[in-house]
Structure formats: structure tokens, C-alpha cells
């Protein structure tokens, strides 16, 4: 008989966390599940760390091959996945011991296609509740899944451009459970970061909600998304960035004009667009590139002068934006690099601050540890945001 959850794990080179993580899975209050580790070439400890997991627990299955990157293990662990639903997590993260009892529980009593819960970001020292301002429970079925969730994923509108930081709150992978017949019955595949760059996660997403007729929402923190992992928080300069993001804005574009979206969606992702100009600009800000003052100052002109950028500045409506975020989008909008350039310095002293990092995360944050791959590059605002998580994030 087939579990009731299948949670899929992809594993490069995480030897200092993966127990913690193997831990929380195999106590799970909710028994009848698999775990599948997808071993994606590690050069360490992982896979005997893995093995011996299996000798005492059948419930691991390892799929053990050559390293492709966090798309390629996630895609081998859904084919493999024999569960009525299926979940990611990722190695250096943690989940509650009733994480996939209660969103289980929640999709079979809804009858939903996709359950998701809210997370708790670890800094080591500290964390941070991602709150978002619903009740406890709430589900969306047929056209409200699309109307509501799918274009929130496409982009922000209105007042939710208000809230930079939450551009993808509701875009990761890893706080959700899909039903196995919506992934494989439309053979949903992850995108290779190596050409995207970031937000595969969300890309996923954008087609499994277009597909999906019902799902329901926990506003329960049960996932543990750590991020004080030194191996994988680098400020290392990634100059394929932008062009990996124009491919990710392309996928999108294409999504769109295939499924005929409404105009809504092509504002939204516009303003996705312009949201990401603080992400992609923090790269270029980023300690590890070897370059002076001048040279940064230029790639920021060269990005604010894109015909990409101009077009979708053109229709941002910064009225919504409070005060500091007026002023950043304000000045990127009228290309004015010098004033980008400062307030990108500041942007960056007020993430280490508030994250109590010495470096933090821009250019090539890892997912599974491939120096390629992007844990979640998106605007990076989330860490702006005080230690006690005091914004909320709402559909």
C-alpha cells in the first residue's frame, strides 16, 4: 500500500546538518510516510550518513547520482515518489514533529490539491516568523486558487507592493504538500537553476497553482528555514545573474501568453520586475566582486537603463510603497544610479544587522550546496525586516 506522504530530499555536501534534518523527518507524528534522499553527487560524509538511516528505517529510500543540481534531484525524487502527496524539504532545514500530520490531515478534510503552512527563518542566534495576516485556516477552491494565489505568485499589485520583503512568501516549495496526481498527471518539473538563477521555487509554483482546483492554507509556523548556514550564505558576485534572471522573466512572460492571462497578471509581473531591481542590485553591491567604485556604479546604470527595467518601471505605481521603499524605487525609476548605489549600501548594513551576519546572502546562495544555485534570491528585503518578524504578509 502506498504512504500517505512522500517528502523528497535533495542532498549536496550537508554532512553538518543533514541528521538534524533526518531527525525531524523520521519522528514525524504522521508515520505512514517515505523519505526519499536523492544523493545529488556529494563529495563528503552525506551518503554513509544516509546509509546508515536506511539500515534502521525502511521508510528512506536513496536514490544516490551524479551531481545536476537541486531541480534535477527534486524532479528524480517526484518520479520516484509513491505517495498520495508529496513534500520537499531541504537538507539544512527542520520541520515540527506534526508538520506533515496537520497538512495532510488539512488536504484530505478540504479534499485540496495543494497545503501549505507558514515558517520560521533560523539565524543561528536568533529567529523570525514569517507571519502572514489570515486565519488559522482558510481554503480557496476553482477560480479563487487562480484569482487569488496564482497571480499573487506572478507578481504584486496595489498594497502588496507595500510590502517588498513578501514578494515570495508564497512561492517556496518546501511549505507545502502537493497532491502526487496534480505533479505527475501534468508532469510538473523544476526548471535548471543553471539557467534560471533563483526562484525556481516560485516558477514551479506558478504552473502547479494554474493547474490546481482547490487549496488550503495553515497559518502555523512548522518549517524551519535555516539560514545561518555558512557553507551556503556567500557574498560571492554572480555575473550571470541578470542574464540567468532574464531567462527566469522570459519562462514567466511565456507562462503568461500561453495561458492567456488577463492584464492583471502582465502588471503584476512587471512589478515582480521592478521588486527584483533590490535583489539583482545587492549582487552587483555584492564584498566578493573584485571591483571599484566606478565599475559597480556603471552595471547599476547599465541594469536601470535596460530596456526590461524602463518598461516596467513605466507602469509601477509607487504610491503604494511606504516612505523608504518610495524613495529607493523612485530613484531607480528616474535611473538615478548614484542614489541607487547608496541606498543599496545601506540596504546591505541593515541586513547584516539585523540578521547578525558578518556576510550575507546575494549572488549565489545555494539550495543543496551547488555553488550555482540560489537558496532564494528574489528581492532580499525579508531581512530587513526587526528580529521579532513584526510585518505580515497577506494573500
Not at 535583489?279 to 535596460?306: Q, V, Y
Not at 521603499?325 to 544610479?337: E, G, H, L, R, T
Not at 541593515?350 to 528581492?379: F, H, Q
Request: proline share 3%; aromatic share 12%.
Amino acid at each position: 500500500m502506498n504512504p500517505k506522504v512522500s517528502i523528497v530530499v535533495p542532498i549536496y555536501n550537508m554532512e553538518d546538518y543533514l541528521e538534524r534534518c533526518l531527525q525531524s523527518l523520521f519522528g514525524q507524528s504522521l508515520t505512514d510516510i517515505e523519505i526519499i534522499a536523492v544523493n545529488d553527487g556529494s563529495g563528503d560524509s552525506s551518503m554513509e550518513i544516509l546509509q546508515k538511516y536506511a539500515r534502521h528505517d525502511s521508510r528512506l529510500t536513496i536514490i544516490d547520482k551524479a551531481n545536476g543540481g537541486v531541480s534535477a534531484a527534486r524532479n528524480d525524487g517526484v518520479l520516484a515518489a509513491r505517495g498520495q502527496y508529496i513534500g520537499f524539504v531541504d537538507p539544512d532545514d527542520w520541520v515540527e514533529e506534526s508538520m506533515y500530520e496537520q497538512l495532510y490531515l488539512a488536504a484530505f478534510e478540504e479534499n485540496s490539491d495543494i497545503a501549505m503552512c507558514t515558517y520560521v527563518r533560523e539565524f543561528g542566534t536568533h529567529a523570525k516568523e514569517k507571519r502572514f495576516d489570515m486565519a488559522d485556516k482558510q481554503t480557496y477552491r476553482s477560480d479563487e486558487v487562480q484569482e487569488k494565489l496564482l497571480r499573487r505568485l506572478v507578481g504584486p499589485l496595489k498594497e502588496e507592493l507595500a510590502s517588498p520583503e513578501n514578494l515570495d512568501a508564497w512561492g517556496t516549495v518546501w511549505s507545502k504538500l502537493y497532491r502526487a496526481e496534480l505533479l505527475k498527471n501534468h508532469m510538473l518539473k523544476f526548471m535548471d537553476l543553471d539557467i534560471i538563477g533563483s526562484n525556481e521555487d516560485t516558477l514551479f509554483n506558478i504552473h502547479a497553482f494554474y493547474y490546481a482546483k482547490s487549496f488550503v492554507f495553515l497559518n502555523r509556523p512548522l518549517y524551519h528555514y535555516w539560514r545561518a548556514n555558512t557553507e551556503s550564505i556567500t557574498s560571492t558576485y554572480n555575473a550571470a545573474l541578470p542574464y540567468k534572471f532574464d531567462r527566469l522573466y522570459a519562462a514567466i512572460q511565456t507562462f503568461i501568453a500561453e495561458k492567456q492571462l488577463n492584464d492583471e497578471y502582465k502588471t503584476a509581473f512587471y512589478n515582480r520586475i521592478c521588486m527584483n531591481v533590490v535583489g539583482l542590485g545587492l549582487n552587483i553591491m555584492s564584498e566578493g566582486k573584485p571591483a571599484s567604485f566606478g565599475k559597480k556604479l556603471k552595471a547599476l546604470h547599465t541594469m536601470l537603463h535596460g530596456s526590461r527595467y524602463n518598461q516596467s518601471f513605466k507602469q509601477f505605481d509607487i504610491s503604494y510603497c511606504p516612505f523608504i521603499w518610495k524613495a529607493f524605487f523612485v530613484c531607480a525609476k528616474i535611473k538615478f544610479s548614484l542614489a541607487v548605489y547608496f541606498m543599496l549600501t545601506s540596504i546591505n548594513w541593515m541586513r547584516i544587522r539585523n540578521t547578525g551576519r558578518t556576510t550575507v546572502e546575494t549572488g549565489s546562495n545555494l539550495a543543496s550546496g551547488n555553488d550555482y544555485e540560489s537558496r532564494r534570491i528574489g528581492n532580499n528585503a525579508d531581512e530587513l525586516l526587526s528580529p521579532n518578524g513584526s510585518k505580515q504578509n497577506s494573500v
